[in-house]
């Protein structure tokens, strides 16, 4: 069995990752779930979606506190996550391991190209 620190510091890396950069934390566990503690691909994604909601709950109550939470758009933006969150399970689900990473991998290239342009 893997020593409990290796699944902490990953979770340390995607909290981070989620309050600095408003990214779900995934794109940092889910590589680190494959890479390290050798979880198939749509478990790493499955238990990072798990995972990350504690997170990005205690974030989100510090912004708020600091009044940086623009409340209308975070209306609207859990409407589309509670539509768009299910649909994204079933094709998870139905998707290949390699399927899923190259997607991941594909989204974290053009995020990363989009940022280096904007």
Excluded: C, K
């Amino acid at each position: 069995m893997r020593a409990r620190w290796e699944p902490i510091g990953i979770g340390l890396l995607g909290g981070l990752a989620a309050g600095l950069l408003g990214v779900g934390g995934g794109i940092v566990v889910v590589p680190l779930l494959v890479a390290n503690l050798g979880l198939a691909q749509r478990r790493a994604h499955a238990t990072s979606l798990a995972a990350i909601a504690p997170a990005a709950a205690v974030g989100a109550l510090v912004y708020a506190n600091v009044s940086e939470v623009s409340w209308p758009t975070m209306g609207w933006l859990a409407i589309g996550a509670v539509i768009g969150a299910p649909l994204g399970v079933r094709v998870l689900s139905r998707s290949s391991d390699r399927a899923l990473a190259v997607v991941f991998l594909a989204f974290s290239v053009l995020v990363g190209l989009r940022l280096l342009i904007t």
